[in-house]
């Protein structure tokens, strides 16, 4: 069992910059996969990045390669989701979710824990 909490979201003006923060629970942590994933009013939830348990591997999205970049420290149990450059598309609540695989996906439906999301909005 994985208990995940999500911080840094808020406000900020086009292309300023946000860092995420995702606080895991369990002993476990440094075996799973970690994904953010993004979700704006009336649309799906999106993969935004992946990072596989030693974070060797990343997978970023089209719409934020170059821009965000995702890690961890497993010894701190915490994912970590950089955002550069943020524009007002990227406004959405994020959310941080765990795959207890060492296979990384990008499949939200592989996803078993997930945080209760942290909102970025960012203005023109």
């Known amino acids: 069992q994985v208990q995940l909490v999500e911080s840094g979201g808020r406000l900020v003006q086009a292309g300023g910059s946000l860092r995420l923060s995702c606080a895991a629970s369990?002993?476990?942590?440094?075996?799973?996969?970690m994904g953010w994933f993004r979700q704006a009013p009336g649309k799906e939830r999106d993969i935004v990045a992946a990072i596989s348990w030693s974070g060797g591997s990343t997978y970023y999205a089209d719409s934020v390669k170059g821009r965000f970049i995702i890690s961890r420290d497993n010894a701190k149990n915490t994912v970590y989701l950089q955002m550069n450059s943020l524009k007002p598309e990227d406004t959405a609540v994020y959310y941080c979710?765990?795959?207890?695989?060492?296979?990384?996906?990008?499949?939200?439906?592989?996803?078993?824990?997930w945080g209760q999301g942290t909102q970025v909005t960012v203005s023109p």
């Open positions: 369990g002993r476990t942590f440094s075996y799973y996969t």
């Open positions: 979710a765990a795959d207890p695989s060492i296979v990384m996906t990008t499949d939200v439906r592989e996803y078993d824990y």
